[in-house]
Every structure is written in C-alpha cells, then in structure tokens.
C-alpha cells in the first residue's frame, strides 16, 4: 500500500524559507513521478512541481519558478521541497502526490496517490 507522508510545514515570514518533506512508501518509486501541489482556502488545488524519480527531469509553475526547488533522496525514499524567497500567497495547504509514469504532470487527475497535507502559511 502506498503512503505518501508530508512534513515541515509551519509559518514563515516573507522572503523567509521552508523544507517540505514527502517520506514515500509501499512500493519502488524508480516508474514514478512525484508533485507537489497546494490549496488555498476555497481555492482549487494548484500545480507546484514535479520530478521523474528515475531521470531527474523537472517542471515548475511559472508563480515558483526559481524560489521553489524539488529534489529526491533515492535512499530515503523521500522528496523534498525547498522554498525559499516565500510570499504571502504562498500560503497554502501542501500536498504531495505520486504518479505511475515517466512524464511529468501539472494535472491532479492523472496523480494517483495523494499525502494528507502539510500546512505552510506566510505572514506579511
């Protein structure tokens, strides 16, 4: 059974950073690709970023690029998500998410196993 377990959520003040962590588990991740995703309050839930565990290729949403940074620590079977420069706006519930394929995606429809969310909330 796969588990996707988040971490490192809290408050930060803007320009500040923050590490998530995404422990996975249940199965070998090498076919997979990971995202991670936000939620605003009555907002939909946002494309963030994702890697292919296997080759390392990565995708950004335009509103991240160059703050945020996904990597994976293949032994520990875990997927991190540095952000730095945070704003306000950042302020959201954090998901991460997995997905059986080699091409990545910005669209939650086609990520199959969902994290229980980390809250990351920004202050002015």
């Known amino acids: 059974q796969v588990q996707l377990v988040e971490s490192g959520g809290g408050l930060a003040q803007a320009g500040g950073s923050l590490t998530l962590s995404c422990a996975a588990s249940g199965r070998a991740f090498s076919s997979y690709v990971m995202g991670w995703f936000r939620q605003a309050p009555g907002k939909e839930r946002d494309f963030v970023t994702a890697?292919?565990?296997?080759?390392?290729?990565?995708y950004y949403a335009d509103s991240v690029k160059g703050r945020f940074t996904i990597s994976i620590n293949d032994a520990k079977n875990t997927v991190y998500l540095q952000m730095n420069s945070l704003k306000p706006e950042d302020t959201a519930v954090y998901y991460c998410?997995?997905?059986?394929?080699?091409?990545?995606?910005?669209?939650?429809?086609?990520?199959?196993?969902w994290g229980q969310g980390t809250q990351v909330t920004v202050s002015s």
């Open positions: 998410a997995a997905r059986w394929g080699p091409q990545v995606s910005s669209l939650p429809v086609e990520y199959n196993y």
């Open positions: 890697i292919n565990w296997s080759g390392g290729s990565t």
